[in-house]
């Protein structure tokens, strides 16, 4: 894992110093862009103040991948059922999906009163599409001999669902889950960015705003960086969370050649 | 004593207007072991699913004695990739809603008996192929068979193992007084294995001959190498290359 990890820490080590050099040697104003050291100040400076944001934004695409997954899902279960219900809802599942969120926020910001919920059905908007495709594909994608065996064996459709389609399911749903977790995050800080247009917000979006109007650009990078923080380790949490559900049986969690040797 | 399988004048045309069977008349008593054998597209995979009762006949009928149960053993192992080795084999009396003790312990029986006791919690992916298709095979008898369909079951296995399974599937079935109605291309095969072996030509499907084999000797690797062994294979190549030039000739 760490030697795996090893290329790409030496890389961002090296950028980071490079752009150290840079920013002192030719005096390069704090304004226009403020030295690895310097953001990294104002992130411990500016902590309570970062902080009570990154927890907003953090509760706003917890919340929504939440949304997403329990209604995506839900959704899934639902075409599988019946091919009616499938080619009547899929096309509005597509024109959701295709909806650039910056052009529904203002209208759901209107239209819901509370702040968090509004953030909240914006960011499932985004999150949500991944998770209703890839777990319907995963439904279906069942091994033909084994849906044979459940039918010689006289499987009730409630059987199938729970023994077959289920588990068969779960590699598709978790690819669908970790390509989710990101466009949660995405829509939150979207979505707070049109709130925060509008004057109201307090996540980092908001924070984010509010330094380009000050010209606190440090700031501006401290929070930038915990956004990108978020994002990865939101990518990590999900690849665990897969790597723990699939352990053991599918080939996407299985140690590679390359691990081993 | 009525027959474990009768069919009458069974055949098979999909929807497509393809004839993969003519009509088809076959009986199989109880404890036989019958190979269907012939080359692709004979129509003896779907002779077997008419059995099973996964294809309906377009018209005849396919009967299987009152209170016959069957198990089927696909050509690959099929096994849940997500479940382990017990829970595979235990499948279809969870689909019976039989109770988990008694269960388990069939379980254990069927797996003992096909020499897998102790891979019990290993997953199929740990297994190699003969493996899976011992567990696929502890399956089928979990549920007690009277009838044993198998298609295809040991084809994608190398020689060895191949011949290791024939002997155990010999040995299951005399242990168990199984009728086993078995589908293969492999001439060898079907004469280390059957009583009796009906071989069907393709183009369309359907039955062009029909022959015991009654060895003097027991069945084991001598008897692989007997004359009695050579004797009938040729017997049963001379059969499948009549009916393929027959059809040849009636494709010209």
Redesign the interface.
Known sequence: MLRRAFPALLMGTAVLVLWQWWVTAFDIPPFLVPSPRLVVATLVNDWSLLGGSLLVTLKVTFLSLVCAVLLGVAIAFAFVQSRWIESAFFPYAVLLQVTPIVAIAPLIIIWVQSPTLSLVICATIVAIFPVISNTTLGLRSV?P??A????????TRW?TLI??RV?SA?PYFFGGLRVASGLALIGAVVAEFVAGTGGTGSGLAYQILQAGYQLNIPRMFAALVLIAATGVALFVLMGALSGWA?G???ESA?PTAEDAA | MSPAVRITAADKTYANGVRALLPVDLSVSAGEFVTLLGPSGCGKSTLLNMVAGLLLPSSGSVIVADGMRTAFVFQEATLMPWARVAANVRLPLDLQGIARAQADSRVEAALALVGLSKFAQARPRELSGGMRMRASIARALVTTPGLLLMDEPFGALDEITRNRLDDELLRLRAEHKLTVLFVTHSIHEAVYLSDRVIVMAARPGRIVDEIAITPDVSRDDAYRVSTGFASYARRLQDALLAASVEADEALA
């Open positions: 091994n001999g084994l044979r065996l459940f039918r010689m064996n006289g499987a059987q023994r077959l588990p779960l699939l053991g049986w599918h299985l």
